[in-house]
């Protein structure tokens, strides 16, 4: 499995780079008023989907990042009580309970 994943990422940068390396022309920007920006097309391209990816993926990890702390708050104390009784149980306070 971890050979498929090593060939796909593989097969992905090897057409990124076919791609970019064809496609290396000026696109012109029309900015605001008069001023326009020459970029290379995979450069702007690469701009484009970080533009659109980054916010969501980052405001998930910190949601993800929320959560998780939320679920360790919440176990911590049912782990401590859980030991606590353990130790009240232990086979030599029951036998002399029992006696």
Not at 10 to 17: F, M
Not at 35 to 57: C, E, H, N, R, S
Not at 79 to 99: D, G, I, Q, W, Y
């Amino acid at each position: 499995m971890n050979f498929l994943k090593t060939l796909f990422w593989v097969v992905v940068a090897v057409s990124l780079a076919i791609f970019a390396t064809r496609n290396w022309n000026d696109v012109t920007v029309n900015l605001w008023g008069s001023l326009q920006a020459d970029v290379k097309l995979p450069i702007m391209l690469m701009l484009t989907f970080l533009v659109g990816f980054l916010p969501p993926y980052l405001f998930l990890r910190g949601r993800i990042w929320g959560l998780r702390r939320k679920l360790a708050l919440a176990e911590r104390p049912v782990s401590t009580t859980v030991s606590e009784k353990l130790t009240m149980l232990s086979p030599a306070s029951v036998r002399s309970k029992s006696s």
